[in-house]
């Protein structure tokens, strides 16, 4: 039986994996925000010895990086530092989950050999995590596979994220209020993403990393356009047309060393990711 230990575990995504890998049989300890926090070294005193650890757990809000960069440093730097010395000390071996940090891109659809131009804290944040994940690959000899991934959304994802933005608005509301109709990002619904996790703990590499994303990009308009389809509404949408700072126009994962290297696609088109999102909020708050 594969033991594993999922930091972040109370999360969105945590939550998610969590739960897969019960489903597949596997025992799982979940560190949550209750548990300790992951930047003190003394939280990964007393755990469990693991096989592999999926390392969720950190601050992700990219509005919020500009606001409290020191905060996602010490969160998303200090704390995959203590994961690592964990993951050395247990002779774990460790999946990062890292984020989009080649910023505005020089050419689409975007392979891993890509520029890294973090262009906010929190892509910095990851990008210094993945850093450490090769030092420690390297020097502490704990084999890591980073995932970068793109855009990921589903049901019970935190309702300032564009997309559950989108669809509450459309369930309850009189009308769509955005900032910008124009920015297209590659999103990647949330069981695909558990799958490409599993599928990185089950790699035998020493070190390695893939792009997550589902290879398409949609606009803010197109979207609105998918979730009013899913509830069958047609509100009117208000732009307030104001960017975002350091806005990037386009991003589209080009995911084709995840599908040779692990056997990995993604399975889920927008419109049925949208229309479960639209159903679940429907039960939600009904």
């Known amino acids: 039986m594969t033991r594993a230990l ?8 945590g939550k998610a994996l969590v739960r897969r890998l019960r489903l597949e049989g596997a025992s799982v300890w979940s560190l949550g925000r209750s548990d300790g926090d992951i930047g003190e070294s003394v939280t990964f005193e007393n755990l469990p010895q693991v096989d592999v650890v999926y390392h969720l757990a950190g601050r992700t809000f990219v509005p ?3 606001l409290h960069p020191e905060q996602f440093m010490r969160s ?3 704390g995959t530092q203590n994961v690592i010395n964990y993951c050395n000390r247990c002779g774990a071996k460790l999946v990062y989950a890292s984020a ?10 975007i392979d891993e050999s890509h520029v890294v131009q973090a262009n906010n804290p929190y892509a910095m944040s990851k990008y210094l995590g993945e850093q450490l994940c090769s030092f420690g690959s390297t020097y502490l000899s704990v084999p890591t596979t980073v995932l970068r991934i793109f855009n990921v959304y589903g049901p019970g994802q935190r309702s300032d994220f564009l997309i559950p933005t989108i669809v509450k608005q459309v369930l309850f509301g009189d009308k769509v209020k955005v900032k910008d109709l ?3 990002r590659d999103y990647v619904f949330i069981d695909d993403l558990v799958d490409a996790l599993i599928r990185a703990g089950n790699s035998c590499a020493v070190f390695d990393m893939f792009n997550i994303g589902s290879g398409q990009s949609y606009s803010v308009a197109e979207l609105i356009a998918a979730a009013q389809l899913a509830a069958g509404t047609s509100l009117p949408v208000v732009v307030d047309d104001i960017p975002r700072q350091n806005e990037i126009l ?7 060393k995840a599908r040779e290297v692990l056997g990995w696609l993604p399975r889920s088109s927008m419109e049925d990711g ?9 039960e939600v708050f009904r």
């Open 6 to 13: 999922v930091t972040g575990g109370d999360g969105f995504l």
């Open 64 to 66: 919020d990086s500009w």
């Open 76 to 78: 998303n730097v200090i």
């Open 100 to 109: 989009y940090i080649y910023g505005v891109p020089e050419r689409l659809p």
């Open 182 to 184: 124009s920015p297209r």
């Open 250 to 256: 386009d991003v589209v994962a080009d995911c084709s």
């Open 274 to 282: 949208m229309r479960l999102m639209v159903a679940t909020a429907r």
